[in-house]
């Protein structure tokens, strides 16, 4: 049963569309490419951002579109960044967070459970806003729109020279930068990388387009739920939507098999990815959501009738095969963040804030 044939839909999560919706191309009126001049604001904790910071890995663009992370705690006004002492700013280290300082640092897999909220770990619960020495992220989006009144969300694609949000939609920011905008700016390797291919387009839109619904936002559906009724039918919705995933995922792998032996798993993994045999978007756009699952969605979010590692062999087979073989996406991945960022920012479903320790571990080898 889906949610929307429920009566009571005021019971039922709704996402805020984005508000800046612009583009970065050589023949927009305003937002031209050019090195240093966007820079992208992000929360480890939070799937649509993540999606943000893997395609900014696999296209090169760490050197081009700096990076501000904010502290894990959502509290009462919102995201927040952490102050540098004495102003200090060094750039070098925003250009390369999630080519490796922050998640180097913090996504040891052992649970800093017992830190606070207000911890105050300058590049390890986060960064400061470098520019403007913002000290909340609902700054940047007054500085952007003076009377903004919509929600302030991560991630934002900032354009320093005319000081606005050029975007604040992951599905959008991902294409900006997928797309050859920047192109001059990055070494011929990442030129060739397209994560949208012509031939594939048709197949990852059509995949994106449930998954998004089913399995992305599908989680928050459940989690946000305001009634058992609408709970017990979302719930029931995202694990069907999972066995579909998982039937996919097991129609490719065995094609796999078929053609290259069942032994010959380093080849067959190779090949393993959502649509088609090369890494695409729509691996980028599932992964955030799917590396969350059994550590936060599975008990925070109660999207409990089963878990990753134990009931869908697919499916963790090509996330752990992602997450150990792919850099951008391990780099980016901060269980940390994600379990503190969940757990203490929701009083409404967890009151005390306490973190749970486990699963142990996060992921398990490949
Ligand atoms: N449509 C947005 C959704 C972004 C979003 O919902 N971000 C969440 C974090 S996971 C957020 O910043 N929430 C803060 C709030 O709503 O107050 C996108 O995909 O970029």
Redesign the pocket.
């Known amino acids: 049963m889906s949610g929307k044939s429920i009566s009571n839909r005021k019971d039922e999560f709704k996402?805020q569309p984005?508000s800046f919706r612009e583009i970065i191309s050589v023949d927009h009126p305003v937002y031209k490419p050019a090195k240093g001049r966007y820079w992208l604001y992000v929360?480890l904790?939070?799937?649509?951002?993540q999606r943000t910071l893997i395609t900014r890995a696999l296209k090169g663009l760490a050197p081009v579109i700096g990076c501000s992370v904010v502290h894990w705690h959502?509290d009462d006004k919102?995201?927040r960044f952490l102050q540098a002492p004495n102003g200090e700013t060094n750039e070098r280290h925003w250009f390369n967070i999630a080519g490796g300082i922050i998640s180097a640092t913090a996504s040891s897999s052992t649970p800093v459970a017992g830190v606070d909220n207000n911890a105050h770990r300058l590049l390890i619960d986060g960064t400061n806003e470098p520019h403007y020495g913002y000290k909340r992220l609902s700054e940047l989006y007054i500085r952007a729109e003076s009377n903004y009144n919509g929600?302030?969300?991560?991630?934002i694609l900032w354009d320093l020279k005319t000081c606005t949000i050029v975007n604040?939609?992951?599905?959008d920011?991902i294409r900006i930068m997928n797309s050859s905008a920047f192109d001059e700016f990055v070494s011929e390797q990442h030129h060739q990388i397209d994560l949208v291919p012509l031939h594939l387009e048709a197949q990852i839109a059509k995949f994106n387009s449930w998954v998004y619904d089913g399995i992305n936002n599908g989680v928050y559906k459940v989690g946000f739920a305001k009634s058992a009724e609408v709970y017990e039918s979302e719930v029931t919705t995202l694990f069907q939507n999972l066995d579909r995933l998982e039937n996919h995922l097991e129609e490719k792998y065995t094609k796999l098999e078929a053609e290259y032996g069942k032994n010959n798993k380093n080849k067959i993994l190779a090949r393993f990815f959502a649509i088609g045999d090369t890494l695409t978007e729509a691996d980028v756009r599932l992964y955030p959501t799917i590396i969350r699952f059994d550590l936060v969605y599975h008990q925070h979010f109660k999207c409990n009738l089963g878990t990753i590692r134990d009931d869908y062999p697919y499916i963790y087979t090509w996330l752990r095969s992602i997450y150990w073989c792919y850099g951008p996406f391990q780099h980016t991945t901060d269980f940390n963040h994600i379990k503190l960022g969940y757990t203490r920012s929701q009083p409404r479903i967890n009151l005390l804030g306490i973190t749970p320790l486990g699963p142990k571990p996060d992921i398990q080898p490949l």
Do not use: D, M, Q
């Not at 904790?45 to 951002?49: G, H, I, L, N």
């Not at 604040?168 to 599905?171: A, G, L, M, R, Y």
């Open positions: 996402r984005s929360a904790s939070c799937p649509w951002a959502l919102g995201w929600r302030v969300t991560v991630p604040n939609e992951s599905s920011i």
